[in-house]
């Protein structure tokens, strides 16, 4: 029997499954108030009764089963509800009795039938995540190349089995001296899943493809935003996204920021700067104005490009992680190589959120210039 439960529960504690279960009702619920009209939950309740909210929770409900499902689970409700043995009625002078047997019986069975067929689906599904997530596992590098001057490390994990942030380092010939320069970027797709994960596949396309055309940083970024806005939905879609470009030869890197988070670049005398310049996200704007910003990187300096999901990553009393804390392992982490730093900041991270579910996919660039 221990064995048994061990293996149903995957050696969780009774509060860590509690704990499980109200975070996967809260999500779910939150899926079912899509639907809803607008306010929140405690206010509908209010204003509209209990009868009717809870209405509109099953129709939210129903909405998401297909109308033959529908069926089956109206259908097991009501055999549930009906008492056993039948109903016994009169007829002029004669006594009618209509027997079925035990309803119950059949109503579980019924709704036993329909939960086999929603996991059924989750299987597919979840088979079919499974392969998007290798798919994806290609289209991100394995191992940072080899770039004169600094030492790279990335890592990224996603908040489902596929996510919407990207990162890649790669060389590219420069179109104005002819010389060899490294594409660094670091993106990050409004929202989380399949959609983002598909939305980064066309941004990930759009960068190799107009990266090797010979055109300047701005040009290159001028072109990714037009391609964004005719995938974004309207704006909904967007893309922040940091791209920048390092000339091994002069150690400039000049970069533009596009609505990401501000990375930060850490001084070898330990004063830190904030690379900001750049403009809206890709995919709001058809002609938005972007700006080119240039830093130097010096022997000894350290640049941390990240997605919001580190910084946002919250705790079980929804403290967020913070850039404050970022910034205290990356002065405390210097003498490390990127490699350790970047395992250090992501225990950091795990320590501090605990048990909390991870809301928002996590990526990280760590350079070290020498």
Request: hydrophobic fraction near 45%; charge should be negative.
């Amino acid at each position: 029997m221990e064995r048994f439960w061990q293996r149903v529960t995957e050696g969780l504690a009774l509060n860590q499954l509690w704990f499980q279960f109200r975070q996967e009702a809260r999500t779910s619920f939150q899926l079912y108030r899509r639907d809803f009209p607008r306010g929140s939950a405690r206010e509908q309740w209010k204003q509209r009764g209990t009868f009717d909210f809870l209405q509109e929770l099953a129709w939210a409900f129903l909405g998401k089963l297909s109308p033959a499902r529908r069926v089956l689970l109206l259908i097991g409700v009501v055999l549930l509800v009906l008492p056993n043995g039948g109903f016994q009625f009169q007829e002029g002078h004669r006594d009618i009795q209509l027997v079925w047997g035990d309803p119950h019986f059949w109503g579980g069975v019924l709704l036993f039938g329909l939960l086999m067929l929603e996991v059924a689906d989750r299987v597919v599904m979840k088979r079919d995540l499974e392969i998007a997530r290798d798919i994806q596992s290609w289209l991100l590098p394995s191992a940072p190349p080899s770039v004169p001057g600094l030492a790279i490390a990335f890592a990224t994990r996603p908040a489902n089995t596929v996510a919407g942030d990207f990162y890649d380092v790669f060389p590219r010939t420069d179109a104005t001296s002819n010389t060899t320069h490294f594409l660094i970027t670091v993106a990050d797709v409004a929202g989380k899943s399949i959609p983002a994960a598909l939305l980064m596949a066309t941004f990930q396309a759009s960068l190799k493809t107009l990266s090797s055309t010979p055109c300047s940083l701005l040009e290159l970024v001028a072109g990714m935003n037009r391609y964004a806005c005719n995938n974004s939905q309207g704006g909904l879609r967007f893309t922040t996204a940091f791209v920048a470009e390092y000339d091994p030869a002069t150690r400039a890197l000049r970069y533009v920021n596009a609505g990401h988070n501000n990375p930060i670049l850490r001084r070898s005398s330990g004063a830190v700067e904030r690379l900001e310049t750049g403009g809206l996200p890709l995919g709001i704007q058809h002609d938005a104005a972007y700006s080119v910003g240039e830093v130097s990187l010096a022997p000894g300096d350290w640049l941390a490009i990240f997605t919001d999901g580190l910084v946002e990553a919250e705790n079980a009393s929804a403290q967020e992680y913070g850039e404050e804390r970022l910034l205290t392992t990356i002065q405390m982490g210097v003498r490390l190589t990127p490699e350790a730093l970047l395992q250090q900041m992501i225990s950091n991270v795990n320590n501090f959120v605990a048990t909390t579910p991870q809301h928002d996919d996590i990526t990280c660039v760590l350079i070290k210039a020498s």
